[in-house]
């Protein structure tokens, strides 16, 4: 059974690759949920950042999770959560860290997953985990440049 669904609100239709990411992932991490992703344009971010956030500027990525806690999965499927990437906005810091929109996207979504899953990076020992994390699943993947 798949444990995501992906909808492209953006009609950005580049990222097939993502299934052969979110496997590893799914895997790597023991996701026991489903969740979904939706791409959007920077307009809707910047509504939904400023209004559930109270940022008044548009980000790359949010991850609206229904359970927060890292550990408190039970073992039948639950509903994870939502994760939306602004597909400008990953472009745009593609080409300013010189590297591919593949794995910008790539990132976002793992980033994003990463949260629904109760991680976070406001202290530096959990952004040292996390980032970990990601990276281990960029390299898994083939997607870490």
């Known amino acids: 059974?798949?444990?995501?669904?992906?909808?492209?609100?953006?009609?950005?239709?580049?990222?097939s690759y993502l299934d052969n990411l979110f496997d590893i992932a799914i895997k790597k991490l023991n996701v026991k949920g489903i969740f979904s992703v939706i791409f959007i344009d920077d307009d809707l971010m910047h509504e939904m950042n400023l209004k559930y956030r109270g940022i008044d500027r548009t980000t790359d990525v949010l991850s609206f999770a229904l359970n927060d806690a890292k550990n408190d999965f039970?073992?039948?499927?639950?509903?994870?959560?939502?994760?939306?990437?602004?597909i400008p906005k990953m472009k745009a810091q593609a080409l300013e860290y010189g590297h591919s929109e593949k794995r910008e996207l790539s990132f976002l979504c793992i980033h994003g997953l990463l949260h629904l899953l109760g991680y976070d990076h406001m202290e530096k020992e959990d952004e040292k985990i996390m980032f970990g994390l990601q990276e281990e699943i960029l390299k898994d993947a083939n997607t870490e440049k």
Do not use: R, W
């Open 1 to 15: 059974m798949k444990l995501y669904t992906i909808t492209d609100e953006y009609g950005y239709a580049d990222y």
């Open 74 to 86: 039970q073992e039948e499927i639950n509903v994870l959560g939502d994760i939306f990437v602004s």
